[in-house]
């Protein structure tokens, strides 16, 4: 049997705004603007740039712009680089759009990847679950169960 209180009225409005606090408070990850160590090796940094600088800068950006919103956080890349991953050979050089250019980057890449370095953690809100509650939930349900199961 449900008994009505006066404190009712009270409750259940806080414990609904704490649920949209919860649900719409979180953290965004994106890869930081500063390239990672493990992604460009070179044993003196000169005060210009050299050419495999410039070729590494120039993936690093392409990651930011094109692979970190098509593999977020925590999601594995594939094994091969996707058509996305690429820079301007007319900008950098014939050697920059080589394929076996491409591919070792987009190997230094997933190198990088999972590291905490890499990544810039930036807490906000963001009400996108509104759109669609039923798959933002379940995505909610799986992301939690990851962080907590620590996979």
Not at 82 to 110: C, I, K, N
């Amino acid at each position: 049997m449900f008994v009505r209180r006066h404190t009712d009225k009270l409750l259940i409005p806080i414990g609904i705004l704490i649920l949209l606090v919860v649900v719409s408070f979180h953290p965004k990850h994106h890869l930081c603007s500063e390239m990672p160590e493990g992604f460009f090796h070179e044993e003196h940094r000169a005060k210009k740039p050299s050419q495999g600088e410039r070729i590494a800068w120039a993936y690093w950006e392409a990651a930011q712009m094109e692979i970190q919103w098509r593999y977020p956080y925590s999601h594995p890349l594939p094994t091969d680089p996707p058509p996305e991953f690429r820079v301007d050979a007319a900008a950098l050089g014939p050697m920059a759009s080589d394929p076996a250019t491409r591919l070792l980057y987009w190997h230094r890449l997933q190198q990088v990847w999972f590291a905490p370095e890499s990544w810039k953690s930036e807490y906000g809100w963001s009400f996108e679950w509104v759109g669609s509650p039923v798959e933002s939930g379940a995505q909610w349900i799986k992301e939690e169960f990851a962080r907590l199961t620590g996979g």
